[in-house]
């Protein structure tokens, strides 16, 4: 993700983040519940703000919908949604 908003002053110095996320597909934990949803949720409240660049791993979504959607199926497309209402551009 870059945040093309902050990105307009030559002499401006970058705020870079590397993150594990962790954010595994549905009934997938490290060690039982991972609180996932609550994690996504701190990460665009009050940590996107304070970067221009942030490099995200192990954000996963599925793509092959069951015929009842499980919660957290799109925790990928929340991030990108709320990500770009803050100024990040998704990029791959």
């Known amino acids: 993700l870059i945040n093309v908003s902050t990105m307009h002053h030559p ?6 983040l590397v993150l594990n996320m962790q954010l595994l597909v549905p009934g ?3 060690a039982g ?4 949803d ?6 665009c ?3 996107l703000p304070n970067y ?7 954000v996963w979504q599925m793509y092959k919908l069951p015929p009842m959607p499980l919660p957290g199926l799109h925790r990928r497309d929340v991030l990108v949604k709320e990500a770009w209402k803050q100024g ?4 791959v």
């Open 38 to 43: 609550r994690r996504l949720r701190h990460l």
């Open 52 to 58: 221009d660049v942030v490099c995200l791993s192990e």
């Open 88 to 91: 990040f551009r998704h990029c």
């Open 28 to 30: 997938v934990t490290a």
């Open 45 to 47: 409240d009050h940590v």
């Open 11 to 16: 002499a401006a110095r970058m705020r870079l």
């Open 33 to 36: 519940y991972a609180h996932k």
